[in-house]
């Protein structure tokens, strides 16, 4: 499974790149809007960085600007993957971008229908969120495990992108159930590293090492 950071945040993208676990990124409206700067430069800087799939999301809601803002956004790099919102008008624009060549993620996915839809005009990628069917009582991974299951058997090339990851229990089921990537927020990167066993493990190796070195002089 691919591993994608779900930011628009410079500093975190190349903290998990120097280490080489990010093979992409996603980035939306909402967490570009937390950083400074102008939009397509940071998406070009990211780009740079990443030098994997980035995908940039369009803020239209009809389909002539989706395509007008997803052209847009292709122009910045090679590595922009035009992300629209699961709409009607969203649809349309997916099938035209694809039909251009260009790579399309369909966002805002929360049923195994929709994702089938957007398979079907030809996405690249589909995004379920897993997190926010969570917050509302929904078992975000069940639609993963059904989309999974629907794309290896109708042999859909679209892959599955697991966002709106809140743990490192989303991740695991995500790999384990097939799914082609997982994007998460460095906060859930950073969980994935801890273990407080591994800390007192740790603790207790050096310790022991120290305490064999004092009684050899
Ligand atoms: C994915 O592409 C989205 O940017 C993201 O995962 C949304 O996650 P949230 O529900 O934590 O906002």
Same mark, same amino acid.
Request: glycine share 6%.
């Given at each position: 499974?691919?591993f994608f950071i779900d ?35 940071? *998406?070009?800087? $990211?780009?740079? =960085?990443?030098?994997?799939? &980035?995908?940039?999301? !369009?803020?239209?809601? +009809? ?69 926010? *069917?969570?917050? $509302?009582?929904? =078992?975000?991974?069940?639609? &993963?495990?059904?989309? !999974?299951?629907?794309? +290896? ?9 697991v966002?709106?990851v809140r743990?490192p229990?989303h991740i ?10 997982s994007t998460a927020p460095a906060a859930v990167i950073?969980q994935c ?25």
């Amino acid at each position: 499974m691919k591993f994608f950071i779900d930011t628009a945040n410079l500093e975190e993208i190349r903290r998990y790149k120097e280490m080489h676990l990010v093979d992409g990124v996603t980035t939306n409206p909402s967490l570009l809007a937390k950083e400074a700067g102008d939009y397509r430069q940071i *998406l070009k800087q $990211i780009c740079q =960085t990443v030098k994997g799939p &980035v995908s940039a999301e !369009v803020v239209a809601t +009809d389909t002539a600007g989706m395509l007008r803002e997803g052209r847009d956004l292709a122009s910045i790099d090679p590595h922009i993957v035009i992300k629209v919102p699961f709409t009607k008008d969203g649809v349309k624009a997916c099938n035209m971008l694809a039909s251009e060549g260009q790579r399309v993620n369909v966002t805002l996915i929360f049923s195994a229908a929709q994702a089938w839809l957007a398979a079907k005009v030809g996405a690249a990628y589909v995004s379920p969120f897993v997190g926010r *069917l969570d917050d $509302i009582g929904a =078992t975000g991974m069940n639609l &993963v495990r059904e989309i !999974v299951d629907i794309f +290896d058997s109708s042999d859909l090339a679209t892959e599955v992108l697991v966002a709106s990851v809140r743990h490192p229990i989303h991740i695991i089921e995500a790999a384990r159930m097939g799914a082609d990537v997982s994007t998460a927020p460095a906060a859930v990167i950073e969980q994935c590293f801890k273990h407080p066993l591994t800390d007192i493990g740790l603790e207790r190796f050096l310790k022991d090492w120290e305490k064999a070195q004092a009684a050899r002089v």
